[in-house]
């Protein structure tokens, strides 16, 4: 066997190789493929960097959408009241949601003091029992607002007399009392209707709250306006007893309420309801 004859035509194939590496045509198909291979490496990078920019976005997106979310969330939450509690008297405040409660309305001494021709932040003018314009039903007296008893009713007819029937009559009338349970947050009210007609339930409805002592109750500047506004009226249903709870802020504590009524739904010869309940957050007897 001649091996030299057999090797020879390898290094021809070599020699031929060297001549086409070195030929134009081998030249150019040379650099048409490190430019294939520069372009190719661009395309890897161009869609890497797309994939970062998505995925990038998408975090973003992400962040963005649960942002909004929780502070929608938080915004919405306090259809309940939340007020600052101190959980111990020794370190450290929690914030927590507490339902307004029903306070009981009981007056020092079971004093509740009726009152016509009185305006928000005005002088009170006292009322006494009979028929006449600046009194009240005897029958029907203003305590009877606060007995925690809807069967029970406070009526008064000022700037008219028993039987006269006008828009106005029972208007810019109430009463205020001394709680004897002492200062009390409020921020809530609720009327409860009487049992007769519709004409003469509230409408329009204030709240006012003092700490000054008794003698000085009848002084308009000893109150301060906590709530003046419309009542929910029971519209033609008279099997409902109360309304629902007005909800309102507040962050004074009082001892002394003033309510008045200073508009009415219909013509009638007074403004009669069988109680207003005072509704506050953290109370506890
Ligand atoms: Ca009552």
């Not at 409020?186 to 209707?193: E, P, Q």
């Not at 099997?239 to 962050?251: D, K």
Request: hydrophobic residues 30%.
């Amino acid at each position: 066997m001649n091996l030299n004859a057999k090797s020879m035509p390898n290094r021809n194939h070599v020699n031929d190789l060297k001549a086409q590496s070195t030929s134009p045509d081998s030249i150019i198909q040379t650099a048409n493929i490190q430019s294939n291979t520069v372009n190719f490496s661009n395309q890897k990078k161009n869609i890497l960097w797309v994939i970062i920019f998505i995925i990038v976005t998408i975090l973003v997106i992400v962040t963005i959408t649960a942002s909004v979310t929780l502070n929608r969330k938080n915004r919405t939450r306090p259809t309940k009241l939340t007020i600052a509690t101190t959980e111990n008297t020794t370190t450290m405040a929690a914030t927590t949601t507490i339902e307004p409660v029903l306070i009981p309305l009981d007056a020092i001494n079971g004093t509740v003091i009726g009152v016509y021709n009185t305006y928000i932040g005005g002088l009170s003018s006292i009322s006494t029992p009979g028929d006449r314009d600046d009194q009240y039903e005897e029958t029907e007296p203003p305590n009877h607002a606060c007995d925690g008893n809807v069967s029970t009713i406070y009526s008064t007819f000022s700037p008219c007399g028993r039987g006269d029937r006008q828009q106005k009559c029972g208007l810019n009338t109430g009463f205020y009392l001394q709680l004897q349970h002492g200062p009390i947050l409020v921020n809530g009210l609720r009327i409860c209707y009487a049992y007769t007609s519709f004409a003469s339930d509230p409408y329009i409805v204030s709240l006012e709250g003092s700490n000054l002592s008794s003698e000085h109750l009848i002084l308009g500047t000893s109150w301060t306006l906590i709530y003046n506004d419309t009542i929910e009226l029971r519209g033609t249903s008279s099997t409902t007893t109360c309304g629902t709870v007005q909800i309102f802020p507040n962050t004074n504590h009082y001892s002394n309420y003033r309510f008045l009524v200073s508009r009415k739904v219909g013509i009638s010869d007074s403004v009669r309801y069988s109680e207003v309940e005072l509704y506050g957050s953290g109370f506890h007897l």
